[in-house]
Protein backbone atom coordinates (compact mmCIF):
# COMPACT_ATOMS: atom_id res chain seq x y z
CA UNK A 1 0.00 0.00 0.00
CA UNK A 2 1.20 3.23 -0.85
CA UNK A 3 0.22 6.16 1.54
CA UNK A 4 -0.53 9.75 -0.26
CA UNK A 5 -0.86 12.72 2.11
CA UNK A 6 -3.95 15.13 0.71
CA UNK A 7 -3.29 18.56 0.30
CA UNK A 8 -5.61 20.62 2.00
CA UNK A 9 -8.07 22.05 -0.06
CA UNK A 10 -8.50 18.57 -2.31
CA UNK A 11 -9.62 17.19 1.52
CA UNK A 12 -13.09 17.63 0.62
CA UNK A 13 -13.34 15.09 -1.32
CA UNK A 14 -11.99 12.63 0.72
CA UNK A 15 -13.90 13.07 3.19
CA UNK A 16 -11.51 15.36 4.65
CA UNK A 17 -8.93 12.67 5.44
CA UNK A 18 -5.56 14.28 5.28
CA UNK A 19 -4.00 10.86 4.47
CA UNK A 20 -4.86 7.65 2.76
CA UNK A 21 -3.86 4.07 1.25
CA UNK A 22 -4.07 3.15 -2.03
CA UNK A 23 -2.41 0.14 -3.82
CA UNK A 24 -0.28 1.37 -6.80
CA UNK A 25 2.90 1.04 -8.48
CA UNK A 26 3.33 4.09 -10.49
CA UNK A 27 1.92 7.97 -10.50
CA UNK A 28 -0.98 6.39 -12.96
CA UNK A 29 -1.96 4.00 -10.91
CA UNK A 30 -2.26 6.58 -7.94
CA UNK A 31 -4.70 8.59 -9.58
CA UNK A 32 -6.56 5.62 -11.15
CA UNK A 33 -7.41 4.33 -6.99
CA UNK A 34 -8.06 7.75 -5.82
CA UNK A 35 -10.55 8.12 -8.67
CA UNK A 36 -11.92 4.80 -7.93
CA UNK A 37 -12.12 4.87 -4.00
CA UNK A 38 -13.00 8.86 -3.99
CA UNK A 39 -14.92 10.03 -7.37
CA UNK A 40 -15.31 13.42 -5.75
CA UNK A 41 -11.40 13.74 -6.67
CA UNK A 42 -12.19 12.62 -10.45
CA UNK A 43 -12.67 16.27 -11.54
CA UNK A 44 -10.03 17.85 -10.40
CA UNK A 45 -7.92 14.97 -11.34
CA UNK A 46 -8.89 15.33 -14.97
CA UNK A 47 -8.22 19.30 -14.60
CA UNK A 48 -4.68 18.22 -13.86
CA UNK A 49 -2.72 17.20 -10.68
CA UNK A 50 0.64 16.60 -9.47
CA UNK A 51 1.70 14.27 -7.04
CA UNK A 52 5.17 14.75 -5.06
CA UNK A 53 6.99 11.47 -5.41
CA UNK A 54 9.74 11.78 -2.49
CA UNK A 55 10.13 15.03 -2.32
CA UNK A 56 10.31 15.40 -6.52
CA UNK A 57 7.24 17.16 -7.92
CA UNK A 58 5.71 15.49 -11.12
CA UNK A 59 3.23 16.17 -13.30
CA UNK A 60 1.41 13.67 -16.18
CA UNK A 61 4.99 11.25 -15.77
CA UNK A 62 2.74 8.22 -15.90
CA UNK A 63 5.33 5.53 -15.29
CA UNK A 64 7.03 7.33 -12.45
CA UNK A 65 7.70 4.26 -9.52
CA UNK A 66 6.04 4.24 -6.42
CA UNK A 67 7.51 1.98 -3.75
CA UNK A 68 5.25 0.99 -0.57
CA UNK A 69 7.35 3.32 1.40
CA UNK A 70 7.67 6.43 -0.96
CA UNK A 71 6.54 9.69 0.36
CA UNK A 72 3.25 10.77 -2.18
CA UNK A 73 1.43 13.68 -1.66
CA UNK A 74 -1.16 14.70 -3.99
CA UNK A 75 -1.64 18.35 -4.81
CA UNK A 76 -3.50 20.83 -7.36
CA UNK A 77 -1.31 21.32 -10.00
CA UNK A 78 1.66 23.19 -9.72
CA UNK A 79 2.82 25.26 -12.78
CA UNK A 80 5.35 27.91 -13.42
CA UNK A 81 8.99 27.91 -13.72
Avoid: C, H
Avoid at 9 to 16: P, V
Avoid at 26 to 32: C, S, T
Avoid at 55 to 81: C, H, N, Q
Amino acid sequence: MVKVVVWGSLRAATNGAATVDVEAVNFKDVLVQLEQKYPGLKPQIERGVSLAIDGTIYRDAWFTPVKPDSEVVLMPLMVGG
